[in-house]
């Protein structure tokens, strides 16, 4: 796992932004599940029909762009085609009831902090500072996300408040990604282009040298 996330960040990382936008519009949709009452579900719907959509076509763009470089793309494009489904659906069933909309929405901030849980090792493994509040957050959107999931007829002010911060601790851990991201493609830049062509060029002769004695 630290190998893929290596190459992800070293040559994939030019696309960290990506992640940014996503963590705002997470939390955008968070803090507006907040400040406007569930008076109209046709409304929160719109809401994050909309932000579910934009940000899955985000993470197949991601994906899509990394693909000869991410041995683990299949994941996040995976990832974005489900979140991209449930914001058509939802888009599709504006008038959608009380009782299912926590179940779109539970399924998909699942699957979200089960990556994040999975990308907050990666960062431990890579030596990155930090991991430790990102696999927090990846946790507490399981939590939320269960609870969603597991009571969906909770309605009203209850509704608003588990999805608000399930919204909010993914839009925070993405957030949090590109920023770290950011920090190490422009650490990765500051390297000499003589310095980074023999660490390549080590890495083909490890890998040759294990395949043939493995043979």
Known sequence: ???QFLK?????????YLHLIIGLIFIAAGIYAFTFPVQSYVALTIVFSISFLISGIMEITFAMANRKVMENWGWTLALGIFTSLVGIMLIANPAISAVTLPLYVGFMLMLHSFWAIGSAFDL?????????????LGILGVVFAFLLI????IGGMTLVIWTGLALIASGIFNLFLSNKMRKIHKNWERISATTRA???E???????EYNSIKR
Do not use: C, T, Y
Not at 8 to 16: A, L, M, N, T
């Open 202 to 208: 080590a890495r083909i002769l490890f890998w040759e």
């Open 1 to 3: 796992m630290n190998n």
């Open 150 to 153: 597991r009571n969906p007829a």
């Open 198 to 200: 023999k660490l390549d």
């Open 8 to 16: 992800q960040i070293k040559r994939s990382v030019k696309h960290w």
């Open 124 to 136: 431990k493994d890579f030596g990155v500072p930090g991991w430790g509040f990102s696999l927090f």
